[in-house]
T-cell receptor, first 111, second 113 residues
């Protein structure tokens, strides 16, 4: 079945770049997403990439997609303490909006 | 425009009790979803609806029921609560099936003891 895998934890220093990685299994996914969850809150969509794209940049965020290896990454430039959160990778199935989520990567930003 | 609202925010249930988690959206979205998030895990889809009167199962529907009598409301019913249903429940909505438009509510934290 469909599966999305992420590393569980990443720690960086303020001002450094963060790279969060994700692998997925469903090659028919049309969109791939990155969500951010702050403590006690719901999920906030950060960015998404269409499956026929290799890269998408949005201010400090860069998404890279390697379809051959089914690998997605999120790079956060100049990481700030406010970026500390859990980041979820997700893939969509069909056109019903159904999402398969990874287990989340906790990003810790040290001052 | 309140977006997606959920009630209650917190609830403790005893084993075997029943309850309904409420979800309302004011964006006139057709698609609505219920997810559960277990500790340290991603979200798993329980049920979804593509419009009033239409619902379908997601990955983990057992122990739950839903209804969609209006566009705005998508309640989730737990019958005979079990400890395995201890989780945080998120409701979401989107205008279409394109998931990049999906908006999440703040969640309901449920404990079953």
């Amino acid at each position: 079945g469909e599966d999305v895998e992420q590393s569980l934890f990443l720690s960086v220093r303020e001002g450094d770049s963060s790279v969060i990685n994700c692998t997925y299994t469903d090659s028919s996914s049309t969109y791939l997403y990155w969500y951010k969850q702050e403590p006690g809150a719901g999920l906030q969509l950060l960015t998404y990439i269409f499956s026929n794209m290799d890269m998408k940049q949005d201010q400090r965020l860069t998404v890279l997609l390697n379809k051959k290896d089914k690998h997605l990454s999120l790079r956060i430039a100049d990481t700030q303490t406010g970026d500390s959160a859990i980041y979820f990778c997700a893939e969509s199935l069909g056109n019903t909006g159904k999402l398969i989520f990874g287990q989340g990567t906790t990003l810790q930003v040290k001052p | 425009n309140a977006g997606v609202t959920q009630t209650p925010k917190f609830r403790i249930l005893k084993i075997g009790q029943s309850m309904t988690l409420q979800c309302t959206q004011d964006m006139n979205h057709n698609y609505m979803y219920w997810y559960r998030q277990d500790p340290g895990m991603g979200l798993k889809l329980i049920y979804y609806s593509v419009g009033a009167g239409i619902t379908d199962k997601g990955e983990v529907p057992n122990g739950y029921n839903v209804s969609r009598s209006t566009t705005e409301d998508f309640p989730l019913r737990l019958e005979l609560a079990a400890p395995s249903q201890t989780s945080v429940y998120f409701c979401a909505s989107s205008h279409s099936g394109s998931a990049y438009e999906q908006y999440f509510g703040p969640g309901t934290r449920l404990t079953v003891t």
